[in-house]
């Protein structure tokens, strides 16, 4: 509990038990009290109730005590969370982009990697970017922990105090495998970093693929995977120019998977049916993906070989 991983922890620990303290010192001192009335004012003693009026000292006193209370309690927070908002100069800053279900880091010079590697004892801050729906970057062992809002960069920052491997969660329910949203951050020393950061390869072009956008875009993905697995429906990879067989009205043919076999799978899917894969589970997208945008999928699925 006392250790130091972060720069963050001292300060959360401290707020946390300082008022974990004070909530437990209440919950028993009160019931205690509580019982204590109980018996003392048991009616069987006291079978006539008697009025009692008012007393200035104690109104005074059980105003003011809980109002001073509560606000010692909300500047011990403050202070733990002052100092999360306020960035140094000098921080190395990493992008953390969020997508179902995945987590990927973009370092400097167009570097992705997928584990958040830092130097030791530098601070870090991370930019949080959110490719679809609201993610959470969450540290337990940094004592971070930070919405990622589509639409809008947030950010968060840490001095990492000790070298090892922390999780990193998604702490927003984002999806079917939102528990799957997880990722390593790895403190190493300031050498071992520079060398694992030479190593990194460049960003590959398909990130900026604009077909990649398109079927993004449209939820495809929900449905094809992009790496050769099969889901609900067949994977793109290795598609373009594959001999495929399919289905029409029972009659069982083979195609080859050209630009009109695609346009033709976008567009009245359920004609030509894929062996192996039911029938009516994809919708037409007729009049939701423009034909130049087909073309841009087209481009797409011959560069996922
Ligand atoms: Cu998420």
Same mark, same amino acid.
């Given at each position: 509990?006392?250790?130091?991983?972060?720069?963050?922890?001292?300060?959360?620990?401290?707020?946390?038990?300082?008022?974990g303290?004070?909530?437990?010192?209440?919950?028993?001192?009160?019931?205690?009290?509580?019982?204590?009335? $109980?018996?003392?004012?048991?009616?069987?003693?006291?079978?006539?109730?008697?009025?009692?009026?008012?007393?200035?000292?104690?109104?005074?006193?059980?105003?003011?005590?809980?109002?001073?209370?509560?606000?010692?309690?909300?500047?011990?927070?403050?202070?733990?969370?002052?100092?999360?908002?306020?960035?140094?100069?000098?921080?190395?800053?990493?992008?953390?982009?969020?997508?179902?279900?995945?987590?990927?880091?973009?370092?400097?010079?167009?570097?992705?990697?997928?584990?958040l590697?830092?130097?030791?004892?530098?601070?870090?801050?991370?930019n949080?970017?959110?490719?679809? $729906?609201?993610?959470?970057?969450?540290?337990?062992?940094?004592?971070?922990?930070?919405?990622?809002?589509?639409?809008?960069?947030?950010?968060?920052?840490?001095?990492?105090?000790?070298?090892?491997?922390?999780?990193?969660?998604? =702490?927003?329910?984002?999806? $079917?495998?939102?528990?799957?949203m =997880?990722?390593?951050?790895?403190?190493?020393?300031q050498?071992?970093?520079?060398?694992?950061?030479?190593?990194?390869?460049?960003?590959?072009?398909?990130?900026?693929?604009?077909?990649?956008?398109?079927?993004?875009?449209?939820?495809?993905?929900?449905?094809? =995977?992009?790496?050769?697995?099969? =889901?609900?429906?067949?994977?793109?990879?290795?598609?373009?120019?594959?001999?495929?067989?399919?289905?029409?009205?029972?009659?069982?043919?083979?195609?080859?998977?050209?630009?009109?076999?695609?346009?033709?799978?976008?567009?009245?899917?359920?004609?030509?049916?894929?062996?192996?894969?039911?029938q009516?589970?994809?919708?037409?997208?007729?009049?939701?993906?423009?034909e130049?945008?087909?073309?841009?999928?087209?481009?797409?699925?011959?560069?996922?070989?």
């Amino acid at each position: 509990m006392f250790s130091s991983a972060s720069n963050f922890v001292h300060g959360v620990d401290k707020a946390f038990l300082i008022i974990g303290g004070f909530s437990i010192f209440f919950l028993v001192s009160f019931t205690i009290i509580m019982i204590y009335f $109980v018996v003392k004012y048991n009616r069987k003693k006291h079978p006539k109730a008697t009025q009692v009026k008012d007393n200035t000292w104690l109104e005074v006193t059980w105003t003011t005590l809980p109002v001073l209370l509560v606000i010692f309690m909300f500047y011990i927070g403050w202070e733990g969370f002052l100092p999360m908002r306020q960035v140094p100069k000098d921080a190395m800053e990493v992008d953390a982009i969020g997508k179902m279900w995945s987590w990927v880091f973009e370092y400097p010079g167009q570097k992705q990697a997928d584990t958040l590697v830092v130097p030791i004892d530098k601070a870090v801050k991370v930019n949080l970017i959110s490719r679809d $729906v609201i993610h959470g970057f969450f540290v337990p062992a940094f004592r971070i922990k930070e919405d990622v809002v589509p639409g809008q960069t947030n950010f968060s920052w840490f001095i990492p105090g000790e070298l090892g491997e922390f999780d990193l969660f998604c =702490s927003a329910y984002c999806g $079917v495998n939102h528990s799957y949203m =997880s990722a390593i951050v790895k403190v190493v020393p300031q050498k071992e970093f520079d060398k694992w950061y030479a190593a990194l390869p460049v960003k590959k072009k398909e990130d900026d693929n604009l077909g990649l956008k398109v079927i993004d875009k449209n939820g495809c993905t929900a449905c094809h =995977s992009l790496d050769g697995k099969s =889901s609900v429906g067949p994977t793109f990879k290795g598609l373009y120019g594959s001999q495929r067989e399919v289905t029409e009205n029972g009659k069982t043919k083979t195609l080859t998977a050209d630009s009109k076999y695609i346009t033709n799978s976008i567009y009245d899917p359920n004609k030509d049916v894929v062996s192996g894969f039911p029938q009516g589970v994809m919708k037409s997208y007729k009049g939701i993906i423009k034909e130049e945008d087909i073309k841009l999928v087209e481009e797409y699925l011959k560069s996922l070989k």
